[in-house]
């Protein structure tokens, strides 16, 4: 059944799976049941039988037949936790879809570098799988190899990948000393997402280097 608010459809939507991706990760599938949106957008998502709800960018492709988000399961988290306890006999609220970290359709020719950290990669999974015709770079700052979530769709050449812990990606620190320590396209549209530190010192950066504010946008997630 679908309802509408001031703010946009609320639904029920069953669940198809849930699937672990590395420690800590996963991707919960739900039915699609219509729902549109545009890629890069979130929708906010809660167990049926609980009042609390939280945001989740869509991971899969626009064009899929089904919705995907990638969580990551916070210890203490109030939905989280509740989210990766899922099967396919249960369903979950979803409300939205919502936000406007999307590239409009005259934008698509330009070059963009996308930068995350932890599911931040989630709206650029989505964006890559839904326009394949992308000029992008992605740098995505994690921890750890095994939280590289969804690497397989982007091109290899395209992907700088800055581990903290281990040191197997392409660059051993963190994204924003990856960026202070790279040459700035300052003509590329810069789209940030993940943790609010990552992305107020990237902004810095990308400002002191002469990206124009016009060209920075961004999805906070905590
Ligand atoms: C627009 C938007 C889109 C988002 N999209 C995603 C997404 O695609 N995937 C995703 O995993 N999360 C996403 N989030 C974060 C998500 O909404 C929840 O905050 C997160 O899942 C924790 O919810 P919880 O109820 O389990 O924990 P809560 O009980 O709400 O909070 C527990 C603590 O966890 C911290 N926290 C929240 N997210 C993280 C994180 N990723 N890593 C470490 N600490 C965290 C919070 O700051 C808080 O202190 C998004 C947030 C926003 C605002």
Same mark, same amino acid.
């Given at each position: 059944?679908?309802?509408? /608010? ?10 198809? %799976? $849930? ?25 906010? =998502? ?8 939280? *945001? ?12 995907? $988000? ?32 999307? =590239? ?23 964006? $890559? ?9 992605? =740098?995505?700052?994690?921890?750890? *190899? ?6 397989? $769709?982007?091109?290899? *050449? %395209?992907?700088?990948?800055?581990? /903290?812990?281990?040191? /197997? ?11 202070? !320590?790279?040459?700035?396209? /300052? ?7 993940? !943790? ?18 016009? !060209?920075?946008?961004? *999805?906070?997630?905590?």
């Amino acid at each position: 059944m679908t309802s509408t /608010t001031s703010a946009g459809p609320i639904a029920r939507h069953a669940v198809s %799976r $849930v699937q672990e991706l590395a420690e800590g990760a996963f991707v919960l599938r739900i039915e699609r049941n219509g729902l549109d949106f545009q890629p890069g957008q979130y929708i906010s =998502i809660g167990p049926t039988d609980d009042v609390n709800m939280r *945001e989740y960018s869509v991971y899969s492709p626009a064009e899929a037949p089904y919705l995907e $988000v990638l969580v990551k399961e916070i210890e203490t988290g109030a939905v989280s936790r509740r989210l990766r306890q899922l099967t396919p006999a249960d369903s979950v609220t979803v409300h939205g879809p919502f936000g406007f970290f999307v =590239i409009e359709p005259a934008q698509r020719t330009q070059k963009f570098v996308f930068i995350a950290t932890g599911t931040g990669i989630s709206p650029f999974h989505c964006l $890559v799988t839904s326009y394949p015709e992308l000029d992008y770079r992605v =740098i995505h700052g994690v921890r750890h *190899e095994y939280e590289l979530y969804g690497h397989e $769709v982007f091109a290899a *050449e %395209r992907v700088v990948s800055c581990l /903290t812990r281990d040191t /197997t990606g392409t660059y051993h620190g963190r994204v924003t000393s990856h960026l202070r !320590n790279s040459p700035i396209d /300052t003509d590329a549209l810069y789209y940030l997402c993940g !943790n609010c530190d990552m992305i107020y010192e990237v902004f810095d950066i990308l400002k002191d280097a002469g990206v124009p504010p016009e !060209n920075l946008f961004a *999805e906070v997630y905590f």
